[in-house]
């Protein structure tokens, strides 16, 4: 933990370009999402966009995944490889995860989109999982915040609604590198972390099952799917505490 970087104003204003263009990016995936569409073809717009904007989809060749973006369906919680073979049907529920470089420096975000008309649980979980890294943003803006309160403050919500936070998948910060110290869970712990600092830029990147928190990787090594085959749901946003409090850097501009 004593490797946590303070970001200047101007690392966290190049961040912001990143993660701008990483939600533009994302927005405009998300128009997509239509029965029929296959990930392979989301994912390519994904790539091309990117780099017609100037940037870099980090997520490509990153310890070898093949694709420029993560795109997970249904009870695949994150790391779905984006596919011909994935065909988007009506009911379908997912999340796309873009990671952008732009100048030098990484933006991070995702989103949960809805494919049709979809069950009332799966409607309930995305919305759940979005309230969630509400929360969970709100309280890494109370005062002396330590990283440990954001899972603290994301564990009840979930639990209020009969999910569950997977623990085994986390937020980190995040600047130069792809990730960087600290490590932030999205689950109730007591364990005492640092105070969150002016200068901190970071992800909070909830993933909340309908069922039970337990996951598994597919054997194409990246894939991680729920045990019990309950849907999952993520938001992501790339953040930064200021002077004026915290920061989304990941919104389209």
């Known amino acids: 933990m004593s490797k946590i970087k303070i970001k200047t104003k101007k690392e966290i204003e190049l961040i912001r370009s990143a993660g701008a263009l990483a939600a533009e990016t994302l927005v405009r995936a998300g128009e997509m999402c239509k029965p029929g569409v296959n990930t392979l073809e989301i994912d390519e717009f994904i790539g091309d966009f990117t780099k017609k904007h100037g940037g870099i989809s980090a997520c490509l060749?990153?310890?070898?995944?093949?694709?420029?973006?993560?795109?997970?369906?249904?009870?695949?919680?994150?790391?779905?490889?984006?596919?011909?073979?994935?065909?988007?049907?009506?009911?379908?529920?997912?999340?796309?995860?873009?990671?952008?470089?732009?100048?030098?420096?990484?933006?991070?975000?995702?989103?949960?989109?809805?494919?049709?008309?979809?069950?009332?649980?799966?409607?309930?979980?995305?919305?759940?999982?979005?309230?969630?890294?509400?929360?969970?943003?709100?309280?890494?803006?109370?005062?002396?915040?330590?990283?440990?309160?954001?899972?603290?403050?994301?564990?009840?919500?979930?639990?209020?609604h009969g999910f569950s936070v997977v623990e085994d998948y986390c937020g980190h910060g995040i600047g130069r590198g792809f990730h960087e110290e600290p490590t932030i869970l999205h689950f109730a712990n007591s364990f005492r972390t640092p105070m969150i600092e002016i200068g901190n830029v970071f992800t909070i990147e909830p993933m909340i099952n309908a069922g039970k928190p337990e996951t598994k990787t597919l054997k194409d090594g990246w894939t991680a799917v729920t045990v019990d085959g309950s849907l999952s749901a993520q938001w992501e946003h790339t953040l930064a505490l200021t002077p004026n409090g915290i920061d989304i850097l990941t919104l389209p501009r």
């Open 61 to 160: 060749g990153y310890n070898g995944y093949p694709r420029y973006a993560c795109i997970s369906l249904n009870n695949v919680i994150c790391h779905g490889i984006p596919k011909k073979e994935t065909v988007l049907k009506d009911g379908d529920i997912l999340n796309i995860d873009i990671t952008t470089i732009l100048s030098g420096y990484h933006g991070d975000c995702s989103a949960m989109f809805c494919v049709g008309n979809v069950s009332p649980l799966a409607k309930e979980l995305v919305d759940v999982a979005k309230l969630c890294l509400e929360e969970g943003i709100q309280a890494a803006e109370m005062p002396k915040a330590r990283f440990s309160d954001i899972g603290c403050a994301i564990q009840p919500i979930a639990d209020e």
